[in-house]
T-cell receptor, first 115, second 110 residues
Framework: GAGVSQSPSNKVTEKGKDVELRCDPI?????LYWYRQSLGQGLEFLIY????????KSGLPSDRFSAERTGGSVSTLTIQRTQQEDSAVYLC?????????????FGPGTRLLVL | QKEVEQDPGPLSVPEGAIVSLNCTYS??????FMWYRQYSRKGPELLMY????GNKEDGRFTAQVDKSSKYISLFIRDSQPSDSATYLC??????????FGTGTSLTVIP
């Protein structure tokens, strides 16, 4: 079956521009997670959704970052006024539920480069 | 101090060797422990999941959790060139927010 998909796969933008990253989770998965992976930094948790609501936004690095999920499916991560330090791979994952024993399935990521 | 510490390597072993990968952590509330494998330019894929302490075996892979020492390990027996990847440990207290190690890069030489 189809896995988690993300678009675009690569994004190059200029400092100060806004970008939108999209995640299509596996159909029927109620939980959705966003992570950021920088070189040598590992995966950094950003936010997770239970259905359309985000109980924990504490991982978002600044108020320039926001995320939404609609219809319990597609999610968009928006970065406003991008900075060079935002350059990273942004990974999305989904799971059937939102308890620890549920397997998270990751998408291939969006590689963001801010010039 | 980071929540999770993992030696980034790189680790290079000959085919057939036993590989040991480790992570330490500081939060005693962690109770969900996972190991992911990530190939270049791909998303991580779950290899092993352990709840609380103990061992878990799946084929050539064995995961160990020692909560008293705040230490987890992944062993790979009879390593293969196809095992060459980055291995990430991850853990959580609640099952919602996961903390990942930086990953260990492994190369298995034929």
């Amino acid at each position: 079956g189809a896995g988690v998909s993300q678009s675009p796969s690569n994004k190059v933008t200029e400092k100060g521009k806004d970008v939108e990253l999209r995640c299509d989770p596996i159909s029927g998965h109620t939980a959705l997670y966003w992570y950021r992976q920088s070189l040598g930094q590992g995966l950094e948790f950003l936010i997770y959704f239970q259905g359309n609501s985000a109980p924990d936004k504490s991982g978002l690095p600044s108020d320039r970052f926001s995320a939404e999920r609609t219809g319990g499916s597609v999610s968009t991560l928006t970065i406003q006024r991008t900075q060079q330090e935002d350059s990273a791979v942004y990974l999305c994952a989904s799971s059937l539920g939102y308890r620890g024993q549920e397997t998270q399935y990751f998408g291939p990521g969006t590689r963001l480069l801010v010039l | 101090q980071k929540e999770v510490e993992q030696d980034p390597g790189p680790l290079s072993v000959p085919e057939g060797a036993i590989v040991s990968l480790n992570c330490t952590y500081s939060n005693s509330a962690f109770q969900y422990f996972m190991w992911y494998r990530q190939y270049s330019r791909k998303g991580p894929e779950l290899l092993m999941y352990t709840y609380s302490s103990g061992n878990k075996e799946d084929g050539r892979f064995t995961a160990q959790v020692d909560k008293s020492s705040k230490y987890i390990s992944l062993f790979i027996r009879d390593s293969q060139p196809s095992d060459s990847a980055t291995y990430l440990c991850a853990m959580s207290a609640t099952g919602n927010q996961f903390y990942f190690g930086t990953g260990t890069s492994l190369t298995v030489i034929p």
